[in-house]
């Protein structure tokens, strides 16, 4: 039931472009169905942020 999306790292803040930097997109997966988010660098799998109900 999650939602992905991939954003190009122009779209996104300075402070994030710098901490993909070996990456040309962010993947950020939404699940508004069981209140998950995860906003991670595509290549590196960096976790910029992260969040889950009751974790």
């Known amino acids: ?3 992905r999306y991939f954003l190009d790292l ?3 803040s300075e402070q994030v472009a ?3 930097a070996a990456d ?3 993947t950020r ?3 508004d ?3 998950y988010l ?4 595509t290549k590196s799998d ?3 942020e992260a969040y889950i109900a009751g974790f």
């Open 1 to 3: 039931m999650a939602d």
């Open 10 to 12: 122009s779209q996104l």
């Open 18 to 20: 710098q901490r993909c």
């Open 24 to 26: 040309d997109f962010v």
């Open 29 to 31: 997966t939404v699940c």
């Open 33 to 35: 169905h069981c209140d």
């Open 38 to 41: 995860m906003v991670l660098c």
């Open 46 to 48: 960096a976790v910029l």
